[in-house]
Structure formats: structure tokens, C-alpha cells
């Protein structure tokens, strides 16, 4: 099983500040890639692929000892691959019809993870593995100390440096690392998302939604009005834009928080996990519509977006699934599509059976309930029926 690990980095003064020209430099060896590649096909239509770029890295290391040819080989050839992936991802929207969103120039602050392939190439992890502190070694910084809060399991295959704010991490991607199977536990259980209730079990749990993007909002616009106000390129705009950065990541560590916390108790407690393939950015797509053919109720849908966003369904169902798997849990995507109209006792299905938000009643039989139970007791059925076919 596969597995990252995140860990906070503490360097030195002399260190950060060889992390930040590391993480300039690939940068703009990023950029100068992604120029070659629009400079070809604009003026002879030709194509510039990986293998192209990458033969030119000796002769480009060479001509600059002290700015790439500091650096290892094998991270540069990292960053070649990711802009090459970003040009395969450009190339299959076109094909598909969709929006293409070709690759932009990374400005400074746009631009904040550099990676090592592999393992003692150019990098090497716990380079002090005597019992002291640990660390870990990049080419060009030195031997990082690392704030290493758990055990790495596994073979560490991959490693990359993150800059987030003023704080740099190291996030180790591992590979077989040993399932921890839990103890069965017999119960199976179906999970209804929502805006009201974060989540809604099919026993009648319901989670509340913390809501942190919403309980924040007032602080991140008046940051974010400060913001505005500073002059371009003035140290009080980069400060300003510090500030705006940390809110914003208080709110990202938040919601992660939560959502690692509920999926931990459910897979603690149940042995099968029913819940909605849910489709998030067709749901949140914006209902304003065209010139020609405007969108209605454009304020409302707004604001559902807005709370669905905030509610971070789509980060919790990652965490969920991840969870599962190391712990040799079931989890099962079903099709949402009714299943909040469906009555649970005799199986008629309409519109009018959902009387509020919350009121559930069946308009052939009369079973009566909340919303969101029913919506999750009917997820539970249909996941055990796909698990039975």
C-alpha cells in the first residue's frame, strides 16, 4: 500500500534561504521549458517533448555552475515531467471539448514544491539515523532537521520539498506500507452528505458542519480588503499577502482536521461504508449562464456553491477512502439520484414525498422521517446491492 507523509521542516537561516533560491531556480528552469515549447510551435510548428528537454539539462548545468548546476540532476528532470504532464493534461481537455487552460508562466509565489524521484538520489531521508535528531539531505541545502511527529512505514520512494507560507515541509511518499487491519466490528453503515449536516447517518448520527470557511469569512475580507489597498511590489503588500495566505491555510487545516477526525470514527466502527458518488463540480457549477441565455436564481445557487465548497466533501471522501483501505475496511460509491425521495418502507418513489428540507413523508404508504436518514437508509441498501451482485 502507498502512502505520503508530511513532516514539518526546521531550518536553519543559511538553509531557508538555499530552499528558496532552490525552489526560484526550478522555477525558472519551468518557465524557460515551458517558453522553448511555445516559442517552437508558434514559429515552426513544432513540437518539444520531454525527452528533448531533458538531453539539454547537462549542457544547461554546465553554462551555470552556481545557479542550476548546484542543484541535483534527477529534481530537474522532475520539474521537466511536470510541466510535460501539464501539456498532456492541456492536449486530452482539447480532445475531450473542454475548457483547455494551457499551461501558464509560474510567477514568484506561484511555483512552491520541488521533487526527488528516488530515494539517496540527489536527497536521502533520516541522514542521521544514529538515534539523534532527524534529517534529511538535499543537494545544495544540506542535512534539514525534521520534525518527525510519527514512524515512516514502508520504503520511502519518492521526496518533495513544500513551501507553505513561511513554513517548508518534506512529504515522503512510501510504498509497502503494511495494512493495519482493524477488528470487525459487524456493522455496516450508510452516510448522507450535506450542507445542514455535514454528514447524516443511515442509525440517525447526524455530524453537524463546522462551517470554517463561513466563520472566517469576516476576517479573510478584511484581509483580503487590506490587500487590495497595498501598493504593488511595497513589503506591506507582501506582508498583507502573508497574512491573507495564513488565513486561508488555518481554514484548509481546519477542515482537514474534521475530516480526518469523523472519517476515523466511522471506520472504528463499521466494517462497510455506504456513501454518494457525488459529482462536486457539477454542483457547484455557476448557474449565471450567458448573455444570451442568463441563469436564474444566480444569487441563491451562489451561496449553495459557496456552502459546499466550505463543507469539503470532496477532501473528506479522500480521507475516507484512504482510511479504509489501510484499515481493510469496504468502501462503496452509490448513485445518488433519488435516494432522498425513495420511501424506505414500500419503495414509492416522488417528488412529493419530501415535504421540507429536513420532512420526509410518503405520500403511497405515509411513512414519516427526516430527510437525510432516509437518504442514508436507502445509500446502505443500494451499497450492500452492489456489494451482493
Not at 543559511?14 to 525558472?28: E, F, G, S, V, W
Not at 510548428?45 to 542550476?68: F, H, M, N, T, W
Not at 449565471?288 to 441563469?295: I, N, Q, Y
Amino acid at each position: 500500500m502507498r502512502r505520503a507523509y508530511k513532516f514539518l521542516l526546521r531550518p536553519t537561516t543559511k538553509q531557508a534561504a538555499a530552499l528558496n533560491a532552490l525552489i526560484n531556480d526550478h522555477r525558472c528552469l519551468y518557465n524557460a521549458a515551458l517558453e522553448e515549447r511555445r516559442e517552437a510551435w508558434r514559429k515552426c510548428r513544432v513540437s518539444v517533448r520531454y525527452g528533448e528537454q531533458s538531453a539539454q539539462l547537462k549542457d544547461i548545468r554546465r553554462a551555470d555552475p552556481d545557479g542550476q548546476g548546484r542543484w541535483s540532476f534527477s529534481s530537474q528532470q522532475a520539474t521537466l515531467r511536470r510541466l510535460d504532464k501539464a501539456m498532456q493534461a492541456f492536449f486530452r481537455r482539447v480532445k475531450a471539448g473542454r475548457a483547455p487552460g494551457f499551461p501558464r508562466f509560474k510567477g514568484v509565489g506561484w511555483f512552491d514544491t520541488v521533487e526527488w524521484p528516488k530515494d539517496r538520489d540527489g536527497c536521502r531521508w533520516n541522514s542521521t539515523p544514529d538515534g539523534g535528531q532527524v534529517r534529511v539531505y538535499l543537494q545544495g541545502v544540506g542535512h534539514v532537521r525534521v520534525h518527525a511527529h510519527r514512524k515512516v512505514d514502508g520504503v520511502v520512494k519518492t521526496i518533495s520539498v513544500k513551501r507553505e507560507g513561511r513554513r517548508w515541509f518534506v512529504v515522503l511518499s512510501c510504498d509497502e506500507v503494511p495494512a493495519l487491519n482493524l477488528a470487525e466490528t459487524g456493522a455496516v453503515v450508510g452516510i448522507d452528505m450535506g450542507v445542514a449536516s455535514f454528514l447524516t447517518a443511515s442509525d440517525g448520527t447526524q455530524i453537524p458542519n463546522p462551517r470554517h470557511g463561513h466563520r472566517n469569512a469576516e476576517r479573510l475580507a478584511a484581509a483580503q480588503h487590506d490587500l487590495a489597498r497595498k501598493r504593488r511590489g511595497s513589503n506591506r503588500r507582501r506582508k498583507t499577502r502573508e497574512r491573507v495566505a495564513a488565513l486561508h491555510g488555518k481554514v484548509r487545516r481546519q477542515r482537514l482536521d474534521h475530516a480526518h477526525k469523523t472519517a476515523l470514527w466511522l471506520v472504528r466502527h463499521h466494517d462497510v461504508i455506504a456513501h454518494e458518488a457525488l459529482q462536486i463540480s457539477n454542483m457547484t457549477r455557476s448557474a449565471s449562464g450567458t448573455l444570451e441565455a442568463p441563469g436564474t436564481n444566480v444569487a441563491q445557487k451562489s451561496g449553495l456553491n459557496r456552502s459546499i465548497l466550505d463543507a469539503g466533501w470532496g477532501v473528506f471522501l479522500n480521507v475516507l477512502a484512504s482510511k479504509a483501505e489501510s484499515a481493510g475496511r469496504v468502501i462503496v460509491a452509490v448513485n445518488p439520484a433519488n435516494t432522498s425521495r425513495t420511501c424506505p418502507s414500500c419503495g414509492h418513489c416522488a417528488k412529493d414525498n419530501r415535504v421540507t428540507q429536513a420532512g420526509f413523508v410518503c405520500v403511497a404508504c405515509g411513512f414519516a422521517g427526516h430527510a437525510d436518514v432516509v437518504g442514508a437508509t436507502n445509500i446502505l441498501r443500494a451499497g450492500l446491492a452492489l456489494l451482493r451482485a
